[in-house]
């Protein structure tokens, strides 16, 4: 008793501190966890969390059962895979690349340019990709010239993964080469005397020096990166891109339970679909974390 | 060693070169084109096919559309309040949090940090999130674009960090002083941290600039909307109609494109402006990030 007291006197203010923080937490992120339930409820608004009646995994079946669960399952997945066998190689090649330039000016100019898009909102992007995309928008008036017909790009299903990805390269490439320019600049120089001294030109001194310098820094990203393989994507930039007519291909998990959840307000079904992609999410992190902890010591913290 | 340049090499730095000026190219060719586009004449530009290198005619009438709009300007104004308000709220909560944690001998701060912690790999997702507003009342409020986000726990995390550097001498000093937590925090940790400081002021405040998600699904009333929101209502499902009640019908196809890339250039414009100081200062942010091991 008279430790605590003594610890509340010390640290009171620190405890005050907290107070808001803690009350943060709580109501903004736990206060939904605890809304889950509904998850194994037929919620009705009307009834509440609590008087809404269980109805076990009835959800989570109706889900598997029905026509769109594979659908959603392959789309999420192809759009996480298809961003990380051209989204993740990109930056670390970009990488490479700026620090074989010489002048120190340019390679600054280069970096601010290619940060750019970072900081632009997603409305805006996708704002400029309809409008570029569009059958009579500057892509199809490129194309024209050289007698190619015109293609409404944005409602023809084949082209949304292409665009999605693409798109996610122009946006991200710059920003994410400032890790593994850091790693960069973290490797001995040394190394790269030794590698000049046995005759290895500048290909080679990237090959056998940079990139095994970097590597430590890319098996982590690369396994952090599959902690997010069943998050398909930006929901935010799915919402602006698709439409009715690319569902075939552009619908994924987090998009079904929007339109679900919020426009039919078929609430007690699409948490349910959310939580059952949250717990796949979830244990991929986990398992993503304590591996790259595993292996390298280092870890997200 | 300069002497002796390969022509091997040679190639190779021109090969770079060439590259890295098509990436530029790639990246900022996009928003050179909305911007000449923006000040076109719009009957010049719909005849106009393939790349521009200047605008074609010249034209202020999109522009004047624009901000005649009712709805740009309320966009505008909101998203002000949003960034202002919101960023305040985020750098004060979040530096107590940096503050409280960073402490040692403190009780439950091991629990607490592993329950923050814990939210950056498991929520309640989109429709528990979305209930928990309205049974809060905030639905269609402003608090709906500043409560949710108050604290990003990765920006907390890189403070703490940041926080949990500072020497231990000069919090002792100012503690023989009588100085409580509170002074400690604002008079010594937050100046002697300005950089960090400063970049999670522009994390903050760009993140509310670009919020979007949170008014799509928290947000109907109109008055409430942020610029993000009405632009989305512009570029992707093109409701330039209440911007063209003064144009007559046969100039209205005309002159909608020409708007779009007018109001896209009006709301990027303070990120624009803002951008050297921004890069400098995020990139910073990202080092601290991944330093912080």
């Keep these: 008793m008279l430790k605590l007291l003594r610890d509340w006197s010390r640290h009171k203010y620190i405890y005050l501190m907290l107070l808001p923080v803690v009350i943060y937490y709580l109501v903004f992120l736990y206060f939904p966890m605890y809304g889950l339930q509904i998850a194994f409820k037929d919620f009705s608004p009307v009834k509440g969390i609590l008087g809404s009646e269980w109805v076990g995994f009835k959800h989570f079946i109706s889900f598997y059962d029905s026509y769109y669960f594979w659908r959603l399952i392959r789309n999420t997945l192809l759009i996480s895979l298809y961003e990380l066998v051209f989204g993740f190689p990109a930056p670390i090649i970009l990488a490479l690349l700026l620090n074989e330039i010489r002048s120190r000016v340019f390679k600054n100019v280069v970096q601010s340019i290619t940060y750019l898009p970072h900081f632009i909102s997603i409305v805006v992007v996708s704002g400029m990709l309809v409008d570029f995309l569009s059958g009579n928008g500057l892509i199809n008036q490129l194309t024209g010239l050289f007698g190619i017909p015109s293609v409404s790009f944005l409602i023809v299903p084949e082209w949304f993964r292409t665009i999605y990805v693409s798109s996610g390269i122009w946006q991200g490439v710059g920003w994410g080469s400032i890790i593994y320019l850091a790693a960069i600049a973290g490797i001995d120089p040394s190394l790269y005397e030794a590698a000049k001294t046995d005759g290895a030109g500048r290909f080679k001194q990237i090959l056998h020096v940079t990139l095994p310098g970097i590597m430590p820094t890319i098996i982590i990203m690369l396994i952090l990166r599959f902690g997010t393989l069943m998050a398909g994507g930006s929901l935010e930039k799915i919402l602006l891109l698709y439409n009715s007519t690319t569902y075939e291909t552009a619908d994924v998990i987090s998009t079904f339970v929007y339109r679900r959840g919020l426009l039919q307000m078929d609430y007690g079904f699409s948490a349910a679909i959310g939580l059952f992609n949250n717990v796949i999410n979830f244990l991929l992190l986990v398992s993503a974390n304590k591996i790259s902890r595993k292996i390298n010591e280092t870890s997200l913290w | ?293």
């Design chain 2, 1 to 293: 060693m300069k002497t002796h340049i390969s022509w091997g090499e040679r190639l190779f730095d021109i090969c770079i070169n060439v590259f890295m000026v098509v990436l530029m190219a790639v990246t900022l060719y996009p928003f050179l084109y909305v911007l000449f586009a923006s000040f076109s004449n719009p009957s010049d530009l719909i005849q106009h096919q393939g790349l521009l290198l200047m605008p074609t005619g010249f034209s202020l009438e999109s522009y004047k559309l624009v901000f005649e709009n009712p709805m740009i300007s309320i966009g505008y104004f909101n998203t002000l309040i949003y960034v202002v308000v919101g960023t305040t709220l985020n750098l004060t909560l979040t530096s107590f949090a940096a503050y409280a944690l960073s402490r040692k001998g403190v009780r439950f701060v091991g629990p607490i940090m592993f329950a923050i912690v814990f939210t950056m790999f498991f929520s309640g997702g989109l429709i528990p999130t979305y209930l928990n507003m309205k049974h809060l009342g905030l639905l269609d409020t402003r608090w709906a674009m500043i409560l949710p986000s108050a604290i990003s726990t990765w920006n907390l995390l890189v403070m703490r960090t940041s926080f949990a550097g500072i020497p231990a001498a000069l919090e002792e000093s100012a503690r023989i002083d009588g100085a409580n937590d509170f002074r400690i925090l604002f008079q010594i940790f937050i100046p002697v941290s300005l950089p960090i400081m400063a970049v999670m002021t522009l994390f903050y405040g760009v993140g509310h600039w670009n919020a979007y998600m949170d008014a799509l699904i928290y947000l109907r009333d109109k008055d409430l909307y942020p610029l993000q929101l009405v632009l989305q209502g512009i570029l992707i499902t093109n409701s330039t109609d209440s911007m063209m009640s003064t144009v007559a019908d046969v100039d209205k196809g005309l002159i909608q494109e020409t708007i779009k890339y007018a109001t896209i250039i009006v709301a990027t414009v303070p990120i624009l402006l803002l951008y050297p100081f921004l890069q400098r200062y995020f990139v910073k942010g990202v080092m601290l990030g991944s330093i912080k091991e």
